[in-house]
T-cell receptor, first 114, second 110 residues
Framework: DGGITQSPKYLFRKEGQNVTLSCEQN?????MYWYRQDPGQGLRLIYY???????QKGDIAEGYSVSREKKESFPLTVTSAQKNPTAFYLC?????????????FGPGTRLLVL | DQQVKQNSPSLSVQEGRISILNCDYT??????FLWYKKYPAEGPTFLIS?????DKNEDGRFTVFLNKSAKHLSLHIVPSQPGDSAVYFC?????????FGKGTRLSVIA
């Protein structure tokens, strides 16, 4: 059964701590994305990757980092430089990252600051 | 500056009636348009899409209309059902990754 999984569902971060959110897909998609959703806001793009070992910054990349060592995996690290990390984080994938593509989303991770 | 605007934060419709959700965009270079549905604490689910070569696309109860000259698209749901209650996002694409609107919360009242 193909899909996108994100873990954990909830994550707590202490001040000054880095945390990593997991995203895995078995859809054989080349492109993967990370979005952030805040209350009353749309989805804002953090980073995206169209191929292994390559990624590009989105609109709000400051305070975040990513890696793409495997096609199936695109972890997101929320660093201590991100001053307002509390949000709902969504991972998505698409076939190649080209235009006119539908993105498919995982279930999301809610990050809370202690 | 917002490239995609959903000007109605919320909409209430009676069960069985038509729901119409609207979306405006600013850049005429966008050529692919999508609607997603989202329940609380879940990821968005793809509903329906339309490319710029069409002005209408239908899938069951869902129809998307595109007016390129007005840079406007709309999603019609008929008949509306209580399970349609969710937040609906429009998204647009050109040569860049998808750009999302802020969403419209639809409440279908039984």
């Amino acid at each position: 059964d193909g899909g996108i999984t994100q873990s954990p569902k909830y994550l707590f971060r202490k001040e000054g701590q880095n945390v990593t959110l997991s995203c895995e897909q078995n859809l054989n998609h080349d492109a993967m994305y990370w979005y952030r959703q805040d209350p009353g806001q749309g989805l804002r793009l953090i980073y995206y990757s169209q191929i292994v070992n390559d990624f590009q910054k989105g609109d709000i990349a400051e305070g975040y980092s990513v890696s793409r060592e495997k096609k199936e995996s695109f972890p997101l690290t929320v660093t201590s430089a991100q001053k307002n990390p509390t949000a709902f984080y969504l991972c998505a994938s698409s076939i190649s990252g080209g235009s006119r593509e539908t993105q498919y989303f995982g279930p999301g991770t809610r990050l809370l600051v202690l | 500056d917002q490239q995609v605007k959903q000007n109605s934060p919320s909409l209430s419709v009676q069960e069985g009636r038509i729901s119409i959700l609207n979306c405006d965009y600013t850049n005429s270079m966008f050529d692919y348009f999508l609607w997603y549905k989202k329940y609380p604490a879940e990821g968005p689910t793809f509903l329906i899409s339309i490319s710029s070569i069409k002005d209408k696309n239908e899938d069951g109860r869902f129809t998307v209309f595109l007016n390129k000259s007005a840079k406007h698209l709309s999603l019609h749901i008929v008949p509306s059902q209580p399970g349609d209650s969710a937040v609906y996002f429009c998204a647009v694409s050109g040569n860049t990754p998808l750009v999302f609107g802020k969403g419209t919360r639809l409440s279908v009242i039984a």
